[in-house]
């Protein structure tokens, strides 16, 4: 790894006002009580009429500018990394930059799903390490669901809510330092997760709006039983533990070290289950604040970073992971030194 030390300077995130009942959002979906109450949402966000994606990810880069006590002027990259944005075939990062008068900066969007903001911690200390006058870069994301899905959940697994967050990468800084990352991807499961017919396969009709074709969904899942999906899960967890391990080695630092482990805020049942396999403590991570929010996509990084960070779960010094699983599957795990 390179000499480069590169840390988190500031953090921002923004929930929308209108906050809803989960269960009562998404009980007409016909999961069963007892399957909801394994995910763990409690309470979602919904984002307000008008209220768009940038608009979010533009607000919680104003609090993660002022959390660094920086202005926007000082910017010298914007990276958008939400999966939903205003737009298809538009970049969000524009707008951002718009919004903030960040007009220093050179701006571009990363698409990676809920491993979006994990892999830009990646690319922009790269980016840094590359380009001596490049000191501050922020990390932005923002999901919006309702035009996405017709109720705020999907499979068993998934209670969506709406919200951003950033963050601010500054050279040289102390705290939140990015030690070391690893990626992997099993890309024969490419069409699990999709919207199937925004996109070049498919004109849209009348036709397509009556089959559902415009919302995100299960496309086409491999595993179609029980055996088999209990097989995936197993090499699904392995893969994991396995991108966990390769990060925590370049490191210098075993899995065991870990000392807080940031999750997206997918199923807490599946979360813990991983968290058992790698051998680490569900009290030490971000499963449980799920609770407050459902699952924001990659925005659950940084906001999931900041939330431990206020309530004291950082102890200087400490390594921490960011884990994330990213539809069709990617897996992304960082260590920061808090």
């Not at 202005?71 to 075939?89: A, M, Q």
């Not at 699904?236 to 899995?255: H, I, K, M, P």
């Not at 206020?310 to 960082?334: I, N």
Request: proline share 3%; aromatic share 8%; net charge negative.
């Amino acid at each position: 790894m390179s000499t480069v030390e590169v840390g988190i300077a500031g953090l921002g995130s923004y929930l929308p006002g209108k906050a809803v009942d989960a269960w009562e959002a998404v009980r007409e979906s016909g999961i069963s009580r007892e399957k909801f109450e394994h995910i763990g949402a409690s309470e979602i966000h919904m984002a307000a009429p008008g209220e768009m994606p940038s608009d979010m990810a533009a607000e919680a880069g104003r609090r993660a500018l002022a959390d660094a006590g920086l202005e926007p002027g000082d910017l010298d990259l914007i990276i958008y990394s939400g999966s939903v944005k205003d737009h298809s075939r538009w970049q969000a990062s524009n707008k951002v930059q718009a919004d903030l008068q960040a007009f220093n900066s050179y701006v571009f969007d990363l698409y990676q799903g809920a491993c979006g903001q994990n892999l830009a911690l990646s690319i922009a200390r790269d980016m840094m390490l590359a380009d001596p006058e490049l000191n501050n870069v922020l990390i932005a994301a923002a999901e919006r669901w309702d035009t996405s899905l017709e109720r705020p959940i999907l499979g068993h697994s998934f209670v969506f809510g709406d919200g951003a967050s950033a963050a601010v990468l500054t050279r040289d800084h102390p705290r939140l330092r990015l030690l070391s990352w690893a990626h992997t991807t099993r890309g024969e499961h490419h069409q699990a997760f999709c919207i199937p017919d925004v996109g070049a396969g498919t004109h849209l009709t009348p036709e397509v709006f009556a089959r559902g074709g415009h919302l995100f969904q299960f496309y086409r899942p491999r595993n179609r039983s029980a055996d088999a999906t209990a097989a995936f899960v197993e090499e699904f967890n392995r893969q994991g533990r396995e991108t966990l391990d390769l990060a925590a080695g370049r490191a210098g630092v075993s899995v065991s070290d870990i000392a807080f482990t940031v999750m997206l805020n997918s199923s807490y049942r599946h979360n813990k289950r991983f968290l058992e396999l790698a051998g680490l403590s569900a009290k030490r991570s971000s499963a449980g604040f799920i609770a407050d929010t459902g699952l924001l996509g990659t925005a659950d990084v940084f906001y999931n970073l900041e939330r431990a960070r206020l309530e004291g779960l950082l102890q200087e010094g400490e390594p921490v992971a960011v884990y994330t699983v990213g539809g069709g599957y990617s897996w992304g795990a960082s260590l920061l030194r808090a």
